[in-house]
């Protein structure tokens, strides 16, 4: 093989999630009547905002070689934590505040901060108590969710403050402003993790902890950070789920993480930690919308969408696979 | 000291349930999930009116889980309480459950969800199919309203498709409007009753067919989602029609808002007040004579059907003319006046 064609077929593979999303597209474009249109392609942008946010923290454990299974249910508590004071029917409260454009950066607050108490206790009794992580996590996915329901009573909050409802109603060029915020969230963690100090550390955590603590790393510190970030991403994504849907239910949420395990591994970041970058992550939740958004416009029977769903994932899964072992033979 | 402790204790727990001690002994509620107002809401009614009748009342959740539901019946058929309210995660998969219980002498009454492949003592329904008759009645309504004949096309949100109840409505709503050929009905599934899924459903199908009449959701908590996408694609209320089954407050709110058009109830109050008024005869294992009842002011007809004795009590359409009728259960006025029991 020629250096020439060596290094395309590394372009390939490093960005083969990339492609992947792009032959979809074009599958689906020439198949499915109405699939090619802006709009159709803004909404796969727009229906990717949550998970794509709630992908970023998950990932960042996951890269550190450690597992958050609570985002999805930290989300949910978000979510409903924002709607339940700032949500005006149901068992909202209806706080109004003034000027009016408070609303947004306090309930923004008021979520971080739920999600941010979750992660530093996820994180406190895995790196301080030295329990296993996905015990920890999986605790956590159970008693957050557990308390959503006793906090609502099973009941919902409707009709969130207009001025959060603005977000997800006003567009420029086409997309939602909350669609910003994800890519803007996307761009920020990839700049961080390329770029700066702590998110090497990260890599290196995940990659080997003993070497990274004998190199002088602060694990601790950095696994801590971590799981608080993981915590708070997951809570900015249940804010953004609150907007999108002017309010909260108790199931709200449901099977997300599961997506978002997804989108992370079919974005190219290994279970094992130590590898994988955002953009591809990105990459993945924008693969996941755009299949879910072909399923809904292919009118299949209801019974089949998930088959259909996971059977795709698992393709998708394993293409990503048959990357690596290519990847082997040439190393 | 230790007695002293004890007696603190069990003033404490008598603080906790005032409704401690009911003389006619205690019935056990199998909910199937608490995640959605219309179960939590029959909680808080069947307790009430079987209080009202002289029962204890303990509920256990299911969390959708039809394998967790099959342990709690096993668990309580172990406790022989008086009789056990069901509303099954899943009709079928219960049945066998339903028999152990009745095979031990404990009465078995269905609520909310009919099973009809085992013997029951009571069923209480609204009729899972006949809210999809309702609400196929409406859906002619509204599209000869907005279009001058019954033609248009319909986006059927449905719950989780591994869930009889929203198949069941699908069923009786597909079943009437199969008589109209001219309206094509769109169905996709909101998959675990998630409620963005049911948006994200709605804004893929608004660009996919923008000339989109009506909405049906099957659960009102999936119209507000659905409401939620139609005004960020920047509709008006009105201009796609929104409807939706199941009563729960949030609708009735939406229709004072004037996005939602109709709301399919179902008549939560009436059904726990009629497990309540037969509840002696059920317990005591008298037969349960068919005929026309008054449960809360609306005529129910019980009928001896194969699976035993039902109730049907008829679920009514909900628009911007009756909405504040406090019968409904949307509005969380519970009735004042106490039910009898049937003698």
């Not at chain 1, 090619?36 to 909404?43: E, L, S, V």
């Not at chain 1, 996915?141 to 977000?167: H, K, M, P, T």
């Not at chain 1, 239910?249 to 993480?257: C, E």
Request: charged content about 15%; hydrophobic content about 50%; glycine content about 8%.
């Amino acid at each position: 093989m020629t250096p020439q064609s060596r290094r395309a077929l590394e372009l390939v593979l490093d960005n083969l999630v990339w492609f992947m999303l792009l032959a979809v597209l074009a599958i689906f474009s020439a198949t499915i009547p109405n699939y090619f249109q802006p709009g159709i392609f803004a909404n796969i942008i727009e229906q990717s905002t949550v998970l794509g946010v709630m992908s970023i923290g998950l990932a960042l454990v996951i890269i550190a070689g450690h597992m958050d299974l609570s985002v999805e249910s930290v989300a949910a508590l978000s979510a409903m934590a924002a709607s339940m004071v700032f949500a005006s029917s149901g068992i909202g409260l209806g706080v109004e505040l003034t000027p009016g454009w408070l609303v947004v950066p306090a309930s923004l607050a008021l979520s971080l901060a739920v999600g941010a108490a979750v992660g530093l206790l996820n994180g406190y009794l895995v790196i301080k108590i030295k329990m296993n992580a996905f015990i920890v996590t999986l605790s956590s996915f159970i008693w957050v969710r557990g308390l959503v329901v006793a906090l609502s009573g099973g009941r919902s909050a409707q009709n969130l403050a207009d001025e959060l409802r603005w977000l997800a109603i006003q567009r420029f060029l086409g997309l939602p402003l909350t669609a910003y915020i994800a890519i803007a969230c996307f761009v920020g963690f990839s700049f961080m993790m390329a770029k700066t100090r702590y998110g090497r550390h990260l890599l290196m955590i995940g990659g080997n902890e003993a070497a990274a603590f004998r190199a002088g790393i602060k694990v601790d510190k950095v696994l801590m950070v971590a799981f608080l970030l993981s915590g708070t991403v997951a809570a900015l994504a249940g804010w953004l789920l609150a907007i999108r849907t002017s309010g909260a239910t108790a199931n709200l949420g449901t099977g997300m993480l599961f997506n978002a395990f997804a989108a992370v591994v079919i974005g190219g970041v290994s279970l094992k930690g130590g590898v994988g970058a955002l953009p591809g992550v990105y990459a993945g939740v924008l693969l996941l919308s755009a299949i879910n958004t072909a399923i809904n416009l292919m009118g299949l029977p209801a019974h089949f969408t998930q088959v259909i769903h996971g059977l795709l994932v698992l393709a998708a899964v394993l293409l990503d696979t048959l990357k690596q072992s290519i990847r082997k033979k040439l190393a | 000291m230790l007695q002293w402790g004890m007696v603190l204790l069990a003033g404490a727990a008598g603080m906790v349930n005032p409704a401690y001690s009911q003389e006619k002994g205690t019935v056990y509620y199998m909910v199937p999930t608490l995640l959605d107002e219309f179960q939590t809401g029959s909680v808080s009614a069947l307790e009430m009116f079987l209080e009202q009748v002289g029962y204890e009342m303990t509920t256990l959740n299911a969390d959708n889980k039809t394998d967790l539901q099959q342990s709690q019946m096993n668990d309580v058929i172990t406790l022989a309480p008086k009789a056990i309210i069901l509303a099954a995660v899943d009709f079928n998969a219960l049945a066998p459950s339903v028999e152990a219980a009745r095979a031990a002498g404990i009465p078995v009454i269905e609520f909310d969800r009919q099973i009809s492949s085992t013997m029951s003592d009571f069923t209480s329904v609204a009729g899972t199919v006949e809210i999809g008759y309702v609400a196929a009645e409406q859906v002619e309504r509204l599209l000869t309203e907005k279009n001058g004949a019954v033609k248009g096309k319909v986006l059927q949100v449905l719950g989780d498709p591994g869930d009889p109840y929203t198949l069941d409505i699908q069923k009786g709503f597909e079943e009437k409007m199969a008589a109209f050929p001219e309206v094509t009905i769109i169905s996709q599934p909101a998959t675990m009753w998630e409620a963005s899924n049911a948006g994200t459903i709605v804004s893929d199908q608004l660009l996919a067919n923008p000339d989109i009449d009506i909405v049906f959701s099957h659960a009102a908590h999936l119209s507000v989602a659905a409401v939620a996408s139609l005004e960020a694609a920047g509709k008006q209320p009105g201009d796609v029609y929104v409807m939706s089954s199941n009563g729960a407050p949030v609708a009735l709110q939406m229709i004072r808002d004037g996005w939602m058009q109709v709301e399919v109830e179902q008549p939560l109050y009436a059904q726990a007040a009629a497990v309540a008024m037969f509840m002696d005869k059920i317990v005591a294992k008298q037969p349960i004579e068919p005929g026309e009842y008054d449960v809360l002011g609306l005529k129910s007809v019980v009928t001896n059907e194969a699976w035993g004795p039902t109730i049907k009590i008829p679920g009514a359409a909900i628009t911007a003319d009756n909405v504040d009728d406090a019968a409904f259960w949307g509005n969380l006025q519970p009735p004042t006046e106490a039910v009898t029991p049937v003698p």
